[in-house]
């Protein structure tokens, strides 16, 4: 089983960048698909996260209306447009599969898979 996130960058504020979750191992379709933030000296926080069948959308307060989560099951991929980056935006970003096919940020419990970090670093 591996999720592999990609896409992460250094980039100025105000710019975007789009960040992709590869899946492997096991069948993405039945599994909600999250995305999540650590920066240094922060706590863990849920960004954004997709239902299995990509029905339903869920975001941080923080991202709502310049992050948009996307899912091509097909291709196992989920992904994360990330437009009008901001300084505070800079995390190392995690992608991880729930064992539920619902949206939920704030349950990691259910996460039963996480990929490694991407690195997203904006410049002010």
């Known amino acids: 089983v591996q999720l592999q996130a990609s896409g992460g960058g250094l980039v100025q504020a105000g710019g975007s960048l789009r960040l992709s979750c590869a899946a492997s191992?096991?069948?993405?379709?039945?599994?909600?698909i999250g995305w999540f933030r650590q920066a240094p000296g922060k706590e863990h926080e849920g960004v954004s996260c997709?239902?299995?069948?990509?029905?339903?959308?869920t975001y941080a307060d923080s991202v709502k209306g310049r992050f948009t989560i996307s899912r091509h099951n097909t291709k196992r991929t989920v992904s994360l447009q990330m437009n009008s980056l901001q300084p505070e935006d800079t995390a190392v970003y995690f992608c991880?599969?729930?064992?539920?096919?619902?949206?939920?940020?704030?349950?990691?419990?259910?996460?039963?898979?996480w990929g490694q970090g991407t690195q997203v670093t904006v410049s002010s």
């Open positions: 191992g096991f069948t993405m379709d039945y599994y909600a």
């Open positions: 997709i239902s299995a069948s990509g029905d339903s959308t």
């Open positions: 991880a599969a729930r064992r539920r096919s619902v949206v939920d940020l704030a349950t990691t419990s259910t996460y039963a898979y």
